[in-house]
């Protein structure tokens, strides 16, 4: 794509802080010149029949048309029945792999400088394939499914990334000890890729290990595949490694080239409408949009006045220790451009 021609892509606002955190991407987007043109989306009011959620048919399909887009944070109630947004989304759009960097900050002091590290987590399954039922009175059951198909799929995203990113170790996350059928076929597809990549190491860790070892040193892993809970769960042990959610961004990656960037974070409805969230998260989840439509020197530019803004220190969000507003945050980026 030439940086001069405008590329249509889908925003989803979403809900909580998701309004005011996508404000801040579109004001750094203008100001640093990005060729992006958005067609935005809001969650529907009610359930639209065609995606069974309160996601409307339209906004799919504006994602399938354009095939790159940036979403905030979905809110789903807890137990009342109706389908999660971000499970229609990934299922509809079949966004078979979320890719989650997550690296130091050059400027904002954690416990680690050292933290470089890609969770591939598959995206369509496991225990969120939304399959749960009542078997009688007082039980419960829930499906976890675990398919040959798309775990060769995730496996496969996983090797290409580290070959095409210059990385050593693809290291698998499983609990096949106990998961023996869903976690061991997992593990099966995983070594099936694995040969095919002989330049790439290839190690197996188990999730309560892999949990140990992240917490004591980050350092020992490269790139990290795994089946979907785990890696709900290990990409948010992995941002607080680095200072928390309000820094790590995401992509859904889907068949027929769809590219759906988010934040890892959720809606933070306890900081909602306060002008009080950082996002970093979902700026940086523009800049791997920006990225993945080969618009480098956009990404590299808004990547550097975020750093910039962040090791300088002046203004900073709560959540790292600061006391500057979502807006004030913004704009000193934006001055930094
Ligand atoms: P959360 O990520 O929304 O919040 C966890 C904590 O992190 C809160 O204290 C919040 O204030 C803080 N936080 C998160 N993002 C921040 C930011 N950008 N700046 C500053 N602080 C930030 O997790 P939750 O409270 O468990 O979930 C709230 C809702 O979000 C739920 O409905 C959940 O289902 C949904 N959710 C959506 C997504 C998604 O859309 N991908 C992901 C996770 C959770």
């Not at 001069?4 to 955190?21: M, N, R």
């Not at 048309?65 to 109630?77: C, D, E, I, Q, S």
């Not at 096949?176 to 869903?182: E, F, P, V």
């Not at 300088?312 to 004030?328: C, I, M, N, Q, V």
Request: charged residues 20%; hydrophobic residues 35%.
């Amino acid at each position: 794509c030439s940086s001069t021609t405008p590329i249509t892509a889908t925003l989803f606002p979403g809900d909580g802080i998701g309004p005011e955190i996508a404000e801040s991407v579109k004001k750094v987007f203008t100001t640093a010149g990005v060729p992006i043109d958005w067609e935005e989306h809001f969650v529907g009011t009610e359930i639209d029949p065609r995606t069974q959620s309160f996601l409307t048919w339209e906004s799919l399909e504006s994602v399938r048309r354009n095939k790159v887009g940036l979403k905030g944070p979905m809110a789903t109630p807890i137990g009342k029945g109706h389908r999660s947004l971000n499970l229609t989304l990934r299922k509809e759009l079949n966004l078979y792999a979320n890719v989650r960097p997550c690296y130091s900050l050059p400027g904002y002091k954690t416990r680690y400088d050292d933290v470089n590290l890609i969770t591939i987590r598959e995206n369509t399954e496991g225990e969120y394939s939304g399959l749960e039922h009542q078997v009688v009175r007082g039980v419960v059951e829930s499906l976890k499914i675990i398919t040959r198909q798309a775990s060769l799929r995730v496996a496969e995203y996983a090797f290409h990334y580290a070959k095409t990113h210059g990385r050593e170790r693809v290291s698998a996350i499983h609990k096949a000890n106990i998961m023996q059928k869903t976690d061991g076929l997992f593990l099966k597809c995983c070594r099936e890729v694995a040969e095919k990549y002989p330049e790439i190491t290839y190690e197996e860790v188990v999730i309560d290990n892999c949990c140990m070892m992240l917490v004591k040193n980050p350092a020992l892993f490269d790139v990290l595949v795994m089946p979907n809970l785990y890696g709900d769960i290990i990409s948010d042990l992995c941002a607080g490694l680095v200072g928390g959610l309000g820094l790590t961004p995401s992509c859904n990656i889907g068949e027929d080239g769809v590219a759906l960037a988010e934040a890892v974070h959720g809606s933070a409805p306890d900081i909602a409408g306060k002008n009080l969230a950082n996002p970093t998260a979902l700026l940086l989840s523009g800049v791997m949009m920006l990225r993945h439509l080969k618009l480098n020197e956009q990404a590299e530019q808004i990547h550097r006045a975020i750093v910039n803004t962040i090791a300088e220190g002046k203004y900073r969000t709560a959540d790292l220790g600061g006391s500057s507003t979502t807006t004030d945050f913004t704009k000193a980026i934006c001055d930094h451009l």
